[in-house]
């Protein structure tokens, strides 16, 4: 088969950014090649599933900028597809009296960060949302969640097929390199021929 673009690996991240390629370069033939037989089975399948709210980086930075956005397009993203989460909002607990001013700190950092609805609150407010929790002070983060990051990656899936992309699952890469010539299909001749080799 020949494709315009191919990426290699359905995890969550290959299978995120050829459905955007697709959305972006619909006239374009892209596949997605997955060594595994079925869609995110390593990393994107088996991790904590936390829609993280973007408190911990660095004001200013990419990754507080896009944490913070990528936040709010997983709910929208999930709402719209019927993908179930749970916004159960997260405690970050200071039990000494040493680490009250870093739980400070890092509330500031939320706030620049434009994380929504932090809050510090005191013992009696920890015990309320977590009764088995001790502390003397904590952040509240109720915009953290957890979703099944499966099931999004799939979801990707679907959207990059029904785009008219391909996947082909069984496919393990195990090399790519330049054609020497255009190959014989091809019309208009290949500007860039590049020849990807799985295991078979």
């Known amino acids: 088969s020949t ?8 995890g969550i991240v290959g299978l995120a950014s050829a459905r955007e390629l697709i959305q972006r370069h619909p006239s374009l033939a892209l596949a997605v ?16 599933g936390v829609i993280h709210s973007g408190t911990y980086y660095q004001p200013g930075s990419l ?5 913070v956005e990528g936040a709010a397009l997983c709910y929208q993203y999930c709402d719209q597809k019927g993908i179930p989460y749970k916004q159960c909002g997260k405690l970050i607990v200071a039990v000494e009296q040493d680490e009250i001013p870093r739980l400070k700190a890092l509330y500031e950092r939320g706030l620049q960060n434009n994380v929504p ?9 920890i015990q ?7 502390g003397l002070m904590a952040l509240d983060s109720p915009y953290t969640g957890i979703v099944n990051y499966k099931q999004v990656a799939q979801s990707y899936a679907e959207d990059f097929q029904e785009a008219g992309g391909t996947i082909l699952t069984d496919f393990e890469v195990t ?15 290949l500007e860039y021929p590049v020849i990807v080799r799985n295991s078979k």
Do not use: T, W, Y
Request: with cysteine; hydrophobic share 30%.
């Open 3 to 10: 494709f315009d673009v191919v990426v290699v690996g359905a």
């Open 33 to 48: 090649l997955e060594k595994e037989q079925e869609l995110a089975h390593h990393q994107s399948g088996r991790n904590s």
């Open 117 to 125: 609805g932090l809050k510090l609150i005191g013992p009696k407010e």
């Open 128 to 134: 309320a949302k977590e009764p088995f929790c001790r």
């Open 175 to 189: 090399n790519m390199e330049m054609a020497k010539e255009s190959s014989s299909e091809s019309e208009d001749g």
């Open 63 to 67: 990754k507080a900028k896009l944490c």
